[in-house]
Nanobody, 119 residues
C-alpha cells in the first residue's frame, strides 16, 4: 500500500506560479511511474504530466512549456511546477503512483489539492 499526500495548492492570479508536491510512503519510490492529473468541476479527470522511473516526462499539450514535472527519489517526492497559470488550469490536482509488473498494474491516488487561478 502506498499513501500519497499532495500539497502546494492555493489561489493564484492569472500569470502566476505554484509548485505542487506529492510525498509518497512507498518503500521503493523509484520503481513507480508518477503522474499529475486534474479534475475541474463537472469534467472528467485528465492527465497533466507523467514521469517514468527513469525520468522520462510526458505532458498534455495544454500545459507544455508552462508546467514541469520532476521527481526526487531520495525524498520520495514528485513535483509539479506550474508557471503562466490560466483560469482554465483551475481544478483539483491529483498525484498518482503506478507500478507495472508483467500484466499486473497497481495504481494509487492522493486525495488531491485545489488550484484556483483567478483575479
Amino acid at each position: 500500500q502506498v499513501q500519497l499526500v499532495e500539497s502546494g495548492g492555493g489561489l493564484v492570479q492569472p500569470g502566476g506560479s505554484l509548485r505542487l508536491s506529492c510525498a509518497a510512503s512507498a518503500r521503493i519510490f523509484s520503481i513507480y511511474a508518477m503522474g499529475w492529473y486534474r479534475q475541474a468541476p463537472g469534467m472528467q479527470r485528465e492527465l497533466v504530466a507523467t514521469i517514468t522511473p527513469g525520468g522520462t516526462t510526458n505532458y498534455d499539450d495544454s500545459v507544455k512549456g508552462r508546467f514541469t514535472i520532476s521527481r526526487d527519489n531520495a525524498k520520495n517526492t514528485v513535483f509539479l511546477v506550474m508557471n503562466s497559470l490560466k483560469p482554465e488550469d483551475t481544478a483539483v490536482y491529483y498525484c498518482k503512483a503506478e507500478y507495472a509488473e508483467g500484466p499486473l498494474t497497481t495504481s494509487y491516488w492522493g486525495q488531491g489539492t485545489q488550484v484556483t487561478v483567478s483575479s
